[in-house]
């Protein structure tokens, strides 16, 4: 059986060893597989989070890993798929979930049974871990206003981690992170009014909402809590869990894939700013200024 890749990303991003156990060519160069890496791949089901950056030592080479990707191997054929091309879900049968190194070299001599270095530029995949943190604090202090000021007329299905009606996981569209910023797009449909959100009011008040949603952020990076990723298990689809204390016994805990934080204060200040576009529609930016 070919085996799920090892991860060490969620608590490192040490340089190490690994051994190839697959090599396929792509249209500019090669894709390799290994079986343990440092690289945080990019998502084929949510891309929120870029692929980290870094390199790939083999025989006195360095090779840019120009992308990093999730894959499964079909475990019959051997066959490699990679990002938007898997045709399986999580935990299928037969196949076997990786991470995929690429690099644009085809004529990098490199076999399985192999052994590279992998090394990831840390200083970008920090960039990112504060700003995947600071959106996830940004959506819960969304959630928490909009709850506490009384824009729900009726209760809830979801709730957040904090126990808030879950505004941000019903209206969310999309959710890009970038080095120290990220950008969420909402949208306020019928739906969401059905279920109980006075949009309308909501709108109107965005900039004041937006004002309290900072303050509340303030308040929980004063309090510099840890932050932890709670692991399942060390493969790539292992579950992982992003777990923040806010303030002495507030707990935030949710499933997440990415990476992030340590502690929140690793951070100066996190700011969110409202980009409206119309009655149905806004962009929320969050930006990130460190110690």
């Known amino acids: 059986m070919f085996p799920s890749t090892l991860v060490t990303f969620p608590h490192s991003s040490d340089t190490l060893t690994a051994t190839v156990l697959a090599v396929q060519p792509h249209a500019d160069g090669i894709d390799i597989v290994t079986d343990i890496t440092p690289f945080h791949p990019v998502s084929h089901i949510w891309p929120d989070q870029p692929a980290d950056k870094g390199e790939l030592y083999y025989s006195g080479q360095t090779y840019p890993v120009t992308d990093c990707f999730t894959g499964v191997v079909e475990h019959a054929t051997g066959q490699l798929y990679v990002h938007h091309d898997i045709p399986v879900k999580r935990n299928e049968s037969g196949w076997s979930f990786v991470v995929v190194h690429r690099i644009d070299h085809s004529d990098a001599n490199i076999a399985c049974h192999d052994s590279v270095e992998l090394s990831i530029d840390k200083e970008y995949q920090t960039s990112l871990s504060l700003a995947h943190t600071a959106e996830h604090l940004v959506s819960m202090a969304l959630n928490k206003v909009l709850h506490e000021q009384g824009y729900w007329r009726k209760e809830a299905d979801r709730k957040d981690p904090l126990g808030h009606y879950h505004f941000h996981n019903y209206a969310q569209e999309a959710s890009r992170i970038t080095p120290y910023a990220a950008l969420v797009s909402y949208r306020l449909g019928k739906t969401l009014r059905k279920r109980g959100l006075n949009t309308h009011e909501m709108m109107e008040d965005l900039t004041s909402i ?34 923040c204390y806010l303030q002495d016994d507030l707990v935030a805990k949710m499933p997440c894939g990415g990476t992030h934080a340590t502690h929140l204060g690793e951070y100066k200040v996190i700011t969110a700013s409202v980009i409206p576009h119309d009655s149905l529609h806004f962009e929320l930016q969050t930006h990130v200024d460190v110690i």
């Open 210 to 243: 937006i004002e309290q949603v900072n303050a509340q952020l303030a308040l929980w990076i004063a309090h510099s809590g840890k932050i932890e990723l709670i692991c399942e298990g060390d493969t790539l689809t292992d579950s992982r869990y992003w777990q």
